[in-house]
T-cell receptor
Framework: DGGITQSPKYLFRKEGQNVTLSCEQN?????MYWYRQDPGQGLRLIYY???????QKGDIAEGYSVSREKKESFPLTVTSAQKNPTAFYLC???????????FGPGTRLTVL | QKEVEQNSGPLSVPEGAIASLNCTYS??????FFWYRQYSGKSPELIMF??SNGDKEDGRFTAQLNKASQYVSLLIRDSQPSDSATYLC?????????WGLGTSLAVNP
């Protein structure tokens, strides 16, 4: 069953903690993306990776970090430097041919 | 500044009617155009994409692209209450998508 999985579905973080959000895909897609969505706002790109061992900052990368050690996996770490991390985080992947992005189910992060 | 603009709505239509959703974009270099549907609390799901001027139909959905006027639209025929959602327009520029804020659609039984 091909698709994109994200875990956990809900995550609660205390101020000052780093947390890591998981994103895995078995679609054999080369490119992967992390977005953040806040109420009333559009999708904002955090980081993206077009190939293993390479990634680029998106529009709002400050306070976040990523790695791309495997084609299937693109974890996102929300660091304590991110001042307002409460949001809905979406991971997506796309193939080289169509560049059509497909999304995972999302992780809702809440800072307590 | 590359922009994609959508009317936020809410757009309200009766069941069985045609819903028309519009999107304008600023970058003439935009290469392809996508419509996604997002239910409340869920992730976006792809409805369809279009690359060339004209119409593209997929079931009850038709995407229309006019590059000269820089707009893309989505028509939903025979609207159903299950179509009630936010519809996101996205435009590809180079290897990234530029997203609109979405239009909220309510289909009333």
């Amino acid at each position: 069953d091909g698709g994109i999985t994200q875990s956990p579905k809900y995550l609660f973080r205390k101020e000052g903690q780093n947390v890591t959000l998981s994103c895995e895909q078995n679609l054999n897609h080369d490119a992967m993306y992390w977005y953040r969505q806040d109420p009333g706002q559009g999708l904002r790109l955090i980081y993206y990776s077009q190939i293993v061992n390479d990634f680029q900052k998106g529009d709002i990368a400050e306070g976040y970090s990523v790695s791309r050690e495997k084609k299937e996996s693109f974890p996102l770490t929300v660091t304590s430097a991110q001042k307002n991390p409460t949001a809905f985080y979406l991971c997506a992947s796309s193939d080289r041919v169509s560049d059509t992005q497909y999304f995972g189910p999302g992780t809702r992060l809440t800072v307590l | 500044q590359k922009e994609v603009e959508q009317n936020s709505g809410p757009l309200s239509v009766p069941e069985g009617a045609i819903a028309s959703l519009n999107c304008t974009y600023s970058d003439r270099g935009s290469q392809s155009f996508f419509w996604y549907r997002q239910y409340s609390g869920k992730s976006p799901e792809l409805i369809m994409f279009i690359y060339s001027n004209g119409d593209k139909e997929d079931g009850r959905f038709t995407a229309q692209l006019n590059k000269a006027s820089q707009y893309v639209s989505l028509l939903i025929r025979d609207s159903q209450p299950s179509d009630s959602a936010t519809y996101l327009c996205a435009v590809r520029v180079n290897r990234k998508l530029i997203w609109g804020l979405g239009t909220s659609l309510a289909v009333n039984p």
